[in-house]
């Protein structure tokens, strides 16, 4: 069972990630998704999620509003675009999955992938 990320990568600053997360060896239709980052030096942080059933979403006060999270349940996939990104925004990207209660306490997903970094020059 794992999670495989992937699409990171060098980008200028004000450009668009779009990163993708695919799920194998079990469905991951039934349990909330999430991106989390950690930047060099600081701790992984919360960066979005999406429910289940792809119905409800919720972003980092620092991503939202130039961030989307969807999912398809039939490929077993997650995906995170963002735009006019910064150089903050420079980090390994991870994606999540979990039957979670908090979709913001990384503690609670159960399933990680191994991260895909990006780096953004300004």
């Known amino acids: 069972v794992q999670l495989q990320a992937s699409g990171g990568g060098p980008v200028q600053a004000g450009g668009t990630l779009g990163l993708t997360c695919v799920g194998s060896?079990?469905?991951?239709?039934?349990?909330?998704m999430g991106w989390f980052r950690q930047a060099p030096g600081k701790e992984r942080e919360f960066v979005g999620s999406v429910s289940w059933d792809g119905g409800i979403t919720d972003y980092a006060e620092s991503v939202e509003g130039r961030s989307t999270i969807s999912r398809n349940e039939a490929k077993n996939e997650l995906y995170l675009r963002m735009d006019r990104l910064q150089p903050e925004d420079t980090a390994v990207y991870y994606c999540?999955?979990?039957?979670?209660?908090?979709?913001?306490?990384?503690?609670?997903?159960?399933?990680w992938g191994q991260g895909t970094l990006v780096t953004v020059s300004s």
């Open positions: 060896g079990r469905s991951f239709a039934w349990y909330a």
């Open positions: 999540a999955a979990g039957a979670v209660a908090d979709v913001r306490n990384s503690g609670e997903y159960q399933y």
